[in-house]
């Protein structure tokens, strides 16, 4: 289920954007979506571990993307040349 479930976070922005939101707002996505406090449910405490997990591969994506731009930077202005 964890790999299923972590490919349903990158391929459907919305679950990704609603636990997104829920995490930087400090609370859960059942009171995100319906306003009101309630415990968290079986299903939430499940997805949460997948969420964070595909959030931390993003953003290792994401620095690998732009340290290898800063590479490629580095290397025109050493050899002289525009970018």
Do not use: H
């Not at 679950?15 to 079986?42: D, H, M, N, Q, R």
């Not at 299903?43 to 997948?50: F, G, H, K, S, Y």
């Not at 993003?58 to 202005?77: W, Y």
């Amino acid at each position: 289920m964890r790999a299923l479930t972590r490919t349903r976070f990158r391929t459907d922005p919305d679950l990704f954007g609603v636990f997104y939101l829920a995490e930087k707002l400090g609370k859960t996505v059942f009171e995100l979506l319906f306003g009101y406090v309630a415990p968290i449910s079986a299903l939430e405490c499940r997805l949460w571990p997948a969420f964070w997990t595909v959030k931390r591969e993003l953003e290792e994506e994401s620095e690998k993307k732009s340290s290898k731009g800063n590479n490629e930077s580095s290397q025109f202005k050493m050899l002289g040349q525009s970018e």
